[in-house]
């Protein structure tokens, strides 16, 4: 019964911006950190960003510290990511992800749900 659904994914222009949502339903969103995870083509998925329970701590991959940003609103259900400056290498189909505890969320095996995931594809 538990779903992350996320939207937002779509073709842009390198340096251009995008703002992925992920909806939750089904289990006690509060209580879980939550955070985005990235696949490309032929990759490993990888941590992007997280977020704890209550948004006083976040977590961002070197590669987008400075151009993406993690938000939740607990009230909404609903967990952001920011996109800016992107680049080609940020091409990829991100994935929506819940875990019991911040240091759980930022590794593959820690993760208790996973949302179908939303395809970004930045062009040069």
């Known amino acids: 019964q538990v779903q992350l659904v996320e939207s937002g994914g779509g073709l842009v222009q390198a340096g251009g911006s995008l703002r992925l949502s992920c909806a939750a339903s089904g289990l006690t969103f509060s209580r879980y950190a939550m955070g985005w995870f990235r696949q490309a083509p032929g990759k490993e998925r990888e941590f992007v960003a997280g977020i704890s329970w209550g948004g006083y701590s976040t977590n961002y991959v070197d590669s987008v510290k400075g151009r993406f940003t993690i938000s939740r609103d607990n009230a909404k259900n609903t967990v952001t990511l920011q996109m800016n400056s992107l680049k080609p290498e940020d091409s990829a189909v991100y994935y929506c992800?819940?875990?019991?505890?911040?240091?759980?969320?930022?590794?593959?095996?820690?993760?208790?749900?996973w949302g179908k995931g939303t395809l970004v594809t930045v062009s040069s």
């Open positions: 992800a819940a875990a019991p505890t911040f240091e759980r969320l930022q590794t593959l095996t820690g993760i208790n749900y």
